[in-house]
């Protein structure tokens, strides 16, 4: 097999192709050849050594969660998959062997069948962006309808699908993006559209039940200002403050995703029927991880970056 391997924490050229031994597998596990692997931001951050103290199991690492392709053997235990069965999953947060390989070893709970209708890439790119946003609005923020939902970044990976999952479930959209996302994001179905280069959002929105933040930073404390009293505010990329939170009278948490089999394949089906579009930026072969991780990183994809093996 072969498999993008990262020699030390540093920069996105130390990601090479190499060729290594098949791993073995245990009884509750499944081996995978790998199809396309999906490139989220936290691959750039682990990288860099920002989660250093959580990925302690040496070098060299082989990065990416977000995986699809087809069951190549499965361990004796194994019910819910067979030999052939095209499928897609994703990793906990800290594996040592991760995605950006062609083949993988993982347990029978974190895949999904693969839809015929859904290709390798779309279902690659879907695991991490697609349960972030559903735990997001239905698990942290349990949106609703009718509800107003502030979404920040939302032409991003996890916010284009944010936009559409709040959409699904009969909410009002706010989206904010550059203006050479505004078309796409209405499409996608958003109701306002913000340009933040030159509007700063808090002057234009107000009474908010819901932000679903992809930024962080400032942009996440003045979100807090826009919900209504009682409102939150769901970020993932950043500590919240929740003494500001309970200032104002609002509430703030940050979620960090889980693996999820039967929110997978419920997001899965979700494309396969038309209603759920995964959007792609790009996609690179696998010996081109540095250009992925180095356009990941200019913090301006719309949608996702997917690897091919
Ligand atoms: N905690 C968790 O469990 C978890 C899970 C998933 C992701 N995350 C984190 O969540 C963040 C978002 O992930 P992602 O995959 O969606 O990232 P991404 O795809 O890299 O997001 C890129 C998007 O951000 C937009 N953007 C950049 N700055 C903006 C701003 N100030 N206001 C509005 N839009 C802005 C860009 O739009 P323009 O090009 O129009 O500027 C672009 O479309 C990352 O930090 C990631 O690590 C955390």
Known sequence: MYAVELPNWGDADLLELKERE??????????VKIEAAGVNPVDYKVRGGNYSAAFNEGFPMVLGRDFSGQVLAVGADVTAFKVGDAVLGTLRMAPRLGCYATHIVVSDSAMALRPVSVDAVRAAALPVAGLTAW?????MAGVSAGQKVL???AAGG???LVVQLAKFLGAHVIATASPRNHDFLRELGADEVIDYTSVAFEDVVSD????IDCVGGDVLDRSLH????????????ARPDPELAEKLGVRVVLIFVRPDAMQLQGLVDLVADGRLRVDIEKTFPLAQATQAHLLQETGHVRGKIVLIT
């Not at 908010?208 to 932000?211: I, K, N």
């Not at 826009?226 to 990329?237: D, N, P, Q």
Request: glycine residues 10%; charged residues 15%; aromatic residues 2%.
């Open 158 to 160: 996890v916010g284009h």
């Open 135 to 139: 735990q997001a609005l239905v698990e």
């Open 151 to 153: 979404v920040q970044a």
């Open 208 to 211: 908010v039940d819901a932000v």
């Open 22 to 31: 098949l791993p073995s597998f245990g009884p509750r596990e499944v081996l």
């Open 226 to 237: 826009v919900l209504k009293a009682g409102g939150i505010a769901v970020t993932m990329a």
